[in-house]
Structure formats: structure tokens, C-alpha cells
């Protein structure tokens, strides 16, 4: 006897169908329920942290080192620093260039945070090196020619500044608080700039500097040698001539030096006919 077989109609169960559905949804609603679950934990997080920091992390101790020329205040508040503001909204970056440009007389700032409320901050001031006077007025600067302040009364800035000299320098075009001169021509910048930096190491020396003509630099040494380089050429060499000679000389020698030749000095002493 044959087998009787039948042929499958191609249909799934019922039972299956809704099965699947139902899972499928299950599904969803589930991940649907861990997004909420998860965006509470982090929104709860948020405002527990925000209230940390609202209570923990107040600056609530500012202390500054390292200034003369500004009070306190001027520079909390030139810094944009205040007592109550969150620690984390303290930048060193931002507090420096805010310094640096409203304030002339500083020169760098470091801040260090120290948690969970205190900010110590350091300036490093700029040291007054000269002066010069133009159009009636008295121009403070630094030994690379930024202006550290203005004056109409010499007297005033002398009594202020006691160390400071009187330096002759070439023609400038613009001078402005808390940036470098600017000269009538960018040779004169560059060789004033260049000529400053020569002689740096003998600034406690010098009793008067004359740049103003690059074809007769003069130097007093001491208040007792007049140096005469002549023009900017060879200028280190000359210096180093001129060092030779002084070094050659008692140490209360006075006279003139004449340096306008690198390759011979010739030195007018005081009482010494030979010269």
C-alpha cells in the first residue's frame, strides 16, 4: 500500500505570526525604556555634579605676587578674576593676554589653581630700562623699546624712576603705551633694536647712550670714557676693541676713545700727552 503524502499549503502557523509581532514590540519598548532610564541617570548626574561645583568649587582666596606698579584690584580686575566665579572657568591663556595688553608694566603672568578654591597668581613685571623725550615728552621704556609710560614733567619721571637714563635715539613716528616704539623708518628700528641688544651687557655701566645718528654712536662709560664708534659698521668689533682698551687703562682713567676704525682705537687720556 502507498503512502499517503500531502502537500504543505505554504502558510506559517497562527501561532507563529503573532509570536513574532509580539517580540518585536517587546523590543522596542524595552530600548525605548533604557534611552529614558539612561537620559534621567545622566541629566540626574548633571545636576548633582552642578551643584558640587556650585558648592565646592567657588574661588573664594586670590593672592598675587610680584607687583609694584598696580594694586590689587586694578589687576583682578583688568584679569577678569573675581572671587565667587567657578575655579574651572579660571584661564591661564585668557588672563595673560589681558594683562599683557590693558597693563604696560607686565611683562608675563602664571596662575596656578589650587583646588578647590584658590588661585595664586604670579607677575612678572617689566623693568624700566630708558627714557626719551619727544615733542615735550617723556617716553618710559624697557630695554627692547616697548613704552611702559608717558610723562610731561621729566622731574616726575626721574623721582619715580631713579635708575632710569636719558637715551637719544632716531626719529620716531609713534609712540604708544604698552607696545614697542615704531621709527620713521624700519633700518632705524632694526639697527636701534640691534645696537640695544650689543651693548645689553654693559647697561649698569653706561652712563649715557646716543644712538640717535647710526654715523656717530656715542657711549659714556662710567661717566668717565667717551666712546666714539662712528657708524653702525663692524659695531660688534668696535665693542670688543673698545672692552680691549678699557680693560688696558687704569680703572679711573678718563678720556675719550675713538673707535671709528675696528682695526685701530685710538684712545685720548686725560693728562696722558702720548695719548
Known sequence: MKKKTTK?????????????????????????????????????????????????????SIVVDGVNYYGYETLLEKAGLSKGQTIFTVSEKKIRERLTKSLPYVHDVSVELKFPSSV???????????????????????????????YSDEKILKEKNPDVMLVKIPEVRKAITSKKVEFVSDFESKHTDELLYAISKWFDKLTD???????????????????????????????????????????????????????????RIDGDESG
Not at 656717530?216 to 682698551?245: N, P, Q
Open 8 to 60: 504543505p499549503n505554504g502558510y506559517a502557523p497562527r501561532e507563529s505570526t503573532v509570536f513574532t509581532e509580539f517580540s518585536e514590540q517587546n523590543r522596542f519598548g524595552r530600548g525605548i525604556t533604557t534611552v529614558i532610564v539612561v537620559c534621567g541617570v545622566v541629566v540626574v548626574l548633571a545636576v548633582f555634579v552642578a551643584v558640587l561645583v556650585r558648592m565646592f568649587f567657588r574661588v573664594d
Open 120 to 150: 595664586h597668581m604670579v607677575i612678572t613685571e617689566e623693568l624700566p630700562a630708558f627714557y626719551f623725550e619727544m615733542d615735550g615728552e617723556f617716553f618710559l621704556i624697557n630695554d627692547e623699546m616697548k613704552v611702559l609710560d608717558r
Open 209 to 267: 647712550i646716543n644712538i640717535e645718528n647710526r654715523f656717530d654712536i656715542c657711549l659714556v662709560y662710567e661717566g668717565r670714557l667717551e666712546l666714539r664708534f662712528g657708524s653702525f659698521t663692524d659695531f660688534v668689533d668696535k665693542l670688543a676693541l673698545a672692552e680691549r682698551m678699557i680693560d688696558y687703562y687704569p680703572s679711573d682713567a678718563s678720556g675719550i676713545f675713538i673707535l671709528d676704525d675696528v682695526n685701530e682705537g685710538i684712545a
